[in-house]
């Protein structure tokens, strides 16, 4: 066999046994094929002197993983997680991790959601508020529960997420804890 078809035959192989640990894996799908970076565009928004402010991905780099936050201001729960996922955030990014993390506000009014990430200081853009209903992937990965984290690579492949099977709420801590691990992150999440 010459070189040329032995190398063709590896690399099918390869592919072949990576598409089959994806399909063993059972990791839920978006309904369709989606470019998450592209869904985001024009949507954003972050805080600037108490204020929202249009907040755009950089052009120049693809983001490898976006982790969407969904939570509230009137969760206990979310008020307590909340500062562990600024911290988590803060220590990946200084190791230079590709990633965001997206805010995606259950709270009543937009004023709640500006007094929320203002208090909380999140460091990471939101979607609009008034966008938020119209992302229809946002509904396909996230639950009733919060705080809720769902962990997509930048295609819309869901990778980790608060709720196993896509139904049964787990928190927060399990997809942190699978995406840190993903990226090699050397911070663990502090025992309560």
């Not at 072949?16 to 640990?21: D, E, F, H, L, R």
Request: glycine letters at 6%.
């Amino acid at each position: 066999m010459n070189k040329t078809v032995t190398n063709t035959i590896i690399i099918l192989l390869a592919l072949i046994g990576n598409s089959i640990a994806q399909t063993e894996k059972k990791n839920p799908k978006i309904s369709e094929a989606v470019i998450i970076a592209k869904e985001l565009a024009g949507k954003l928004v972050s805080v600037n002197q108490g204020s929202f402010q249009r907040h755009a991905l950089d052009p120049e780099k693809a983001i490898d993983h976006f982790l969407f936050y969904y939570s509230a201001n009137w969760s206990p729960n979310c008020l307590k997680f909340t500062p562990e996922l600024i911290k988590f955030y803060t220590k990946a990014k200084k190791e230079a991790a590709n990633f965001e993390v997206i805010f995606v506000s259950l709270d009543d009014s937009e004023k709640e959601m500006l007094d929320y990430m203002v208090e909380q200081k999140m460091p990471w853009p939101a979607i609009r508020f008034e966008d938020l209903t119209n992302l229809r992937f946002l509904k396909e990965v996230s639950g009733r529960g919060v705080p809720s984290l769902a962990v997509l690579d930048s295609r819309g492949l869901i990778l980790a997420q608060s709720y196993k099977g896509g139904t049964q709420y787990i928190g927060p801590d399990s997809p942190l804890q699978e995406f840190q691990k993903l990226i090699g992150s050397k911070e663990n999440k502090p025992k309560n």
